[in-house]
C-alpha cells in the first residue's frame, strides 16, 4: 500500500509509540514493509491488523485512536473477538 510522505512521523509520535497495546495486533504478513512505528495515529493509510485469533482485517490508524474505538470488534469473523475488547 502506498503512504504518502506526510504519513511518515518520527518514532515518538509514531502509531506504534503512542499506542502501543495496539501494535501486537499488527499484521506483519500483510503489512509488508510498514511498522506501526513508521506511521502516524492520524494516518488515512489502509493497513492490517491480526486478532488473538489469527483473524486480519483492513483499518485505518486514526480509526484506530479515536474514543469511540471498540478496537477487535471490527474483527466480525470471531465472536471471541468481541468478547476480549482492547482498548
Given at each position: 500500500c502506498a503512504?504518502?510522505?506526510r504519513a511518515k512521523r518520527s518514532l515518538e509520535?509514531?502509531?506504534g509509540a503512542l499506542?502501543?497495546?495496539?501494535?501486537?495486533?499488527?499484521?506483519?504478513e500483510?503489512?509488508?514493509?510498514?511498522?506501526?512505528?513508521e506511521i502516524?495515529?492520524?494516518?488515512?493509510?489502509?493497513?492490517w491488523l491480526k486478532c488473538p485469533n489469527g483473524h486480519s482485517w483492513?483499518?485505518?490508524p486514526k480509526n484506530l485512536?479515536?474514543?469511540k474505538d471498540d478496537f477487535l470488534p471490527?474483527?466480525?469473523?470471531?465472536?471471541?473477538?468481541?468478547?476480549?475488547?482492547v482498548s
Open positions: 503512504i504518502d510522505s509520535e509514531s502509531f499506542f502501543p497495546n495496539k501494535t501486537s495486533y499488527w499484521d506483519y500483510r503489512n509488508i514493509g510498514l511498522s506501526p512505528y502516524g495515529p492520524a494516518s488515512s493509510a489502509n493497513i483492513k483499518t485505518k485512536t479515536s474514543k471490527r474483527c466480525r469473523d470471531c465472536r471471541n473477538c468481541k468478547e476480549n475488547k
